[in-house]
């Protein structure tokens, strides 16, 4: 099964705090996603990354930056909290295959509370 | 632009009732729709997913429809129980685009 893990379940920074949510994925996908989920809102992509070093901006990339140095790590980050920044975030990992991408495994996500 | 809606944002049945939950899109240009079960707190997890061509996807107690001309999609939950309380979303892939674009979801709570 794959298994995408992400660094914290809860986390409670300050404003203007620099933040790094952390994820990882154990089944060599090549693409990895950052969302974040609001009530009512559903799921919006911040970034997505095809492979290492690559990234494209999704829906809502303002404030935050990515970094991907390794295939199976995607960081997320905050380079300077707001409170508009308290959300669920959710990563997800996939496969290329053949057909195109292949469905999206998520891990448990971070709940995040900027104050 | 495609848009994709889930009424109704809530239902509450009680257990061993039969019980379909809708999805509707706008743009019929899809790739694929998957749906998805989030528990609270927590990620999500993938039940199923129909490819543009099919009409239908069964796994266990759930069964998927995808009816792209009206731009509707059912997830139909048979004999539902307890433990199926959950969030279901639907997302739809548009064709040659690696995005997912996603409904609002629906929250069932099923009464024991």
């Known amino acids: 099964d794959v298994k995408v893990t992400q660094s914290s379940r809860y986390l409670v920074k300050r404003t203007g705090e620099k933040v790094f949510l952390e994820c990882v994925q154990d089944?060599?996908?090549?693409?990895m996603f950052w969302y974040r989920q609001d009530p009512g809102l559903g799921l919006r992509l911040i970034y997505f990354s095809y492979d290492v070093k690559m990234k494209e901006k999704g829906d809502i990339p303002e404030g935050y930056s990515v970094s991907r140095e390794k295939k199976e790590r995607f960081s997320l980050i905050l380079e300077s909290a707001s409170t508009n920044q308290t959300s669920m975030y959710l990563c997800?990992?996939?496969?290329?295959?053949?057909?195109?991408?292949?469905?999206?495994?998520f891990g448990d996500g971070t709940r995040l509370s900027i104050l | 632009k495609q848009e994709v809606t889930q009424i109704p944002a809530a239902l509450s049945v009680p257990e061993g009732e039969n019980l379909v939950l809708n999805c509707s899109f706008t743009d019929s240009a899809i790739y694929n729709l998957q749906w998805f079960r989030q528990d609270p707190g927590k990620g999500l997890t993938s039940l199923l997913l129909?490819?543009?061509s099919q009409r239908e996807q069964t796994s266990g107690r759930l069964n998927a429809s995808l009816d792209k001309s009206s731009g509707r999609s059912t997830l139909y939950i048979a004999a539902s129980q307890p433990g199926d309380s959950a969030t279901y979303l639907c997302?739809?892939?548009?064709?040659?685009?690696?995005?997912?674009?996603w409904g609002a979801g629906t929250k069932l709570i099923i009464k024991p």
């Open positions: 997800a990992s996939s496969l290329t295959g053949t057909g195109g991408f292949q469905p999206q495994h």
């Open positions: 997302a739809v892939r548009v064709e040659s685009n690696y995005q997912l674009i």
């Open positions: 129909i490819q543009s």
């Open positions: 089944m060599d996908h090549e693409n």
